[in-house]
């Protein structure tokens, strides 16, 4: 294979819809994702993130909008796809009641692998994912952490160029999940371009791009650093005694998006960033709050908040 | 015990249950097609039996005495014969039940009050014997003294002692494989489904038709295992002689066991869990054993019953196994039958293949 450059687009898809019935699934979607890049679906349940990477790899329809992947046109040449792609589903779906090694064998034969190269390929697949000594352990008996691994193993043993994981981490505990993330990083490094989907705001950070997906729409995209500079000065933070109180004020006063707890200090997210700290400082003491307002910093849930809240408001208008 | 807590739990289920479409049309559908198939295509009284007539003696009162047999409704004539021996071919080939034989002396044995007729049956049907006795105790015709009533005489062939394990057990071999397979098949691929394995492995290279025939030869096997247990018990425990080729009988297994296999294969399209699956296959299997001809007579139902046999494999596996089991008859002579299993075969397959798809869509 030729080497490319980062810049080089694996998947790019146009005007991306799906529709159920009345249900708008997925609504104009436009995606850009480079190769050897860990690209990051960012959306809550439901939000469309599953259909579209079933879109993506071929397993959906789509109602309307193109999508060319590896260079290929999906649906149309997705048998051909298949051979390149690795698809991890949301739930475990490798066999249950085959041991680590039969359901790698089974992978193995059905994704091509000629024989010799067979056998070398799992025991790498085995040592590398940490299931040397379960390789004969069924997996039904497996932890949540152990599945995810032999999921990811199974779904790379033909070395593919482009990996597709919807929310791989939602069963698992967090150390696990920093196990797995450290393993994608691996794979990106070694020129895979990896497409994951997540309602995790630290795995979305950990992106290299990131696109937030909300009821269908795509809302925001671009590196997790860009996004959350575009929300410079737009997040204060403020320390009151009464925070429950403060709170429900807050939600009253022009400008604020939202308002969070976290601890006892409250995070506001604003939607100019020009006077907001005086204007609210003001704000909480004409209603006799006592308030201590200072800027922070905003981080990947403001952009996700802010994203979301402006969807919702054009679909309102 | 607490009542309401019961009733909690009660209604709850009541809820489910109601939600499930397919448990509910059970409900109603299986009691529904009992009673319409028991009511009206369980009929024990044989009429309308394909027989046919070797008369050597071709006399007007050997004419006049066929054309009363045939005026019973318990016979029909099918096919013209001249020799006892075509008679005998027909019979194995099981295209008539009965065959009548009138000797060349059949009027100087009437007025002897000798035996003046002979009626030959296809003894592996016991219901079909039971007919022919009581067709041979008809009074055949009102001219009084010269009535052969009391001289027809009855010559079952195949199960001369009318050993009802002689008769059910070839059949069964088709139950069994019925009963069995189509529920193996269509719970497998829909297990896959139910698991989330199918989503894995419609993403993979294997196209729909490596995946239906690599998840149904296993089977293939599990059939004729089936099949050689079945054989086995009844040849040692109940005697019963296989008069046709072992080829033959494995051949007409793997007719049945190929057929029930995509027809287990189209289920699994239609299902969407192992529960539903489940049903399906029993909805099935219950109009296959009674309108078979493994319990009860084909010949006893009616034409629209009939027409519903025909459709399905167990009816001619049930023709072919007898032929072959007990009247020694080769797959050759009985095609038609092995023709009907091929096209079911090809039929099921085909929807199969074209109702599966690749996608979740």
Not at chain 2, 182 to 207: C, D, H, Q
């Amino acid at each position: 294979m030729i080497p490319h450059e980062s810049s080089d687009t694996v998947i790019r898809a146009r005007g991306l819809s799906k529709r159920f019935g009345v249900m708008q699934a997925v609504d104009g979607v436009d995606l850009n994702v480079p190769r050897s890049s860990v690209y990051g679906f960012l959306g809550p349940n439901g939000s469309g993130k599953s259909t579209t990477i079933r879109m993506l790899c071929g397993l959906l329809t789509p109602s309307a909008g193109e999508i060319e992947v590896l260079g290929l046109k999906i649906p149309q040449q997705a048998e051909e796809l298949r051979k390149r792609i690795g698809y991890m589903t949301q739930k475990f779906s490798l066999y249950e009641d085959l041991t680590v090694r039969e359901n790698l064998e089974f992978l193995a034969t059905v994704q091509g692998l000629p024989k010799d190269r067979r056998r070398s390929r799992i025991e790498e697949l085995l040592g590398a994912y940490n299931l040397a000594d379960r390789a004969r352990q069924l997996a039904g008996t497996m932890s949540g952490g152990q599945k995810q691994r032999l999921a990811l193993a199974g779904a790379i043993v033909h070395k593919p160029e482009l990996l597709f994981l919807d929310e791989p981490t939602s069963a698992v505990d967090p150390e696990s999940r920093r196990d797995f993330w450290e393993k994608l990083f691996d794979l990106a490094d070694a020129g895979t371009t990896i497409l994951v989907s997540t309602h995790y705001m630290d795995e979305a950070e950990r992106c290299h791009r990131i696109a937030i997906l909300d009821t269908g729409r795509l809302v925001a995209d671009g590196t997790p650093a860009d996004l959350t500079h575009g929300l410079a000065g737009r997040t204060i933070g403020v320390r009151a005694s009464e925070p429950r109180k403060a709170q429900a004020a807050l939600h009253a006063a022009q400008g604020v998006i939202s308002v969070a707890q976290v601890g006892n200090d409250l995070r506001v997210l604003t939607d100019a960033a020009a006077g907001m700290e005086s204007r609210l400082r003001e704000f909480l003491r004409s209603r006799g709050i006592e308030a201590d307002v200072k800027p922070i910093e905003p981080n990947l849930e403001d952009v996700f908040v802010s994203a979301t809240h402006s969807g919702h408001k054009a679909q309102a208008a | 015990m607490k009542a309401r807590q019961i009733f909690a739990v009660m209604v709850k289920e009541l809820r489910q249950m109601a939600r499930d479409r397919m448990t509910v049309a059970m409900m109603l559908g299986i009691p529904t097609l009992q009673l319409l198939l028991f009511g009206y295509a369980i009929n024990l009284d044989v009429r309308n039996l394909p027989a046919a007539v070797a008369d050597l003696s071709g006399t007007s009162g050997s004419r006049a005495l066929t054309q009363d047999l045939f005026a019973t409704g318990v016979i029909r004539p099918v096919a013209g014969v001249r020799t006892p021996q075509e008679l005998q071919t027909l019979l194995r080939k099981g295209e008539i039940k009965i065959g009548i034989v009138i000797p060349s002396d059949f009027e100087r044995r009437r007025i002897d009050g000798r035996e003046a007729l002979q009626v030959i049956v296809d003894g592996s049907d016991t219901s079909v014997q039971a007919t022919a006795r009581q067709l041979a105790q008809m009074p055949l015709d009102g001219r009084g003294p010269s009535s052969v009533q009391g001289q027809i005489s009855v010559l079952p062939l195949y199960n001369p002692e009318r050993r009802s394990a002689v008769n059910v057990v070839p059949g069964l071999i088709g139950v069994i494989l019925t009963m069995t397979l189509v529920m193996f098949t269509a719970m497998a691929i829909v297990r896959e489904k139910e698991r989330g394995n199918l989503e894995l492995l419609i993403t993979t290279p294997v196209s729909s038709g490596e995946l239906m025939v690599g998840k149904v030869l296993p089977y293939i096997g599990v059939g004729l295992v089936q099949t050689t247990v079945v054989l086995l018990l009844g040849v040692w425990l109940f005697k019963v002689p296989i008069n046709g080729s072992l080829w033959g009988v494995y051949g007409a297994a793997m007719l049945l066991i190929v057929a029930n296999l995509t027809l287990g294969l189209l289920v699994s399209t239609a299902a969407s869990t192992q529960f539903q699956a489940m049903q399906m296959a029993f909805f099935l299997f219950l109009p296959s054993i009674l309108l078979s001809g493994f319990m009860f007579p084909f010949d006893g139902m009616p034409w629209v019953a009939q027409w519903i046999a025909e459709v399905l494999p167990l009816t001619h596996f049930v023709r072919l196994i007898r032929g072959v089991v007990l009247r020694g008859a080769s797959l050759l002579e009985l095609w038609p039958d092995v023709l009907a299993l091929l096209a079911f075969t090809v039929v099921m397959m085909s929807l199969a293949i074209l109702r599966f798809h690749k996608r979740l869509d």
